[in-house]
């Protein structure tokens, strides 16, 4: 998942959250999108960056699937973004899907 100011290149001081579905883990990069902070899915521990908090994810699985719900505090990020998604597989991704956009107050 990817909150960003414009195209999905622009990842430095971005919304840039990684689930990891064998780890079980939500991860988030720092502000450079070099280094990822780590955390268990349904941990209460926070992760950080200069633009967000992310608190507190639940996720839930259907078949094929995934739902999740994750606590987000955006800190110093306002202005008009892009979200987008991607998903990867082994072999293949999808590459970032623009799914919308979303104006921080």
Known sequence: MLI???????VTNAWYLVYNRTAGTIR?????ATTL?????????NLF?????VG???MTTAGNS???TINVVFLSFSGA???YLQ????????GWVQRGTWTVP
Request: proline fraction near 7%.
């Open 66 to 68: 995934v739902s999740f």
């Open 4 to 10: 960003t100011s414009g195209a999905p290149s622009v």
């Open 28 to 32: 988030l990069y720092n502000n450079a």
């Open 56 to 58: 507190y994810t639940v």
């Open 49 to 53: 960056n200069t633009q967000c908090a």
């Open 37 to 45: 902070s780590t955390k268990p899915i349904g941990s209460s521990a």
């Open 81 to 83: 973004k892009s979200v």
């Open 87 to 94: 998903a990867n597989e082994p072999s293949t991704n999808s």
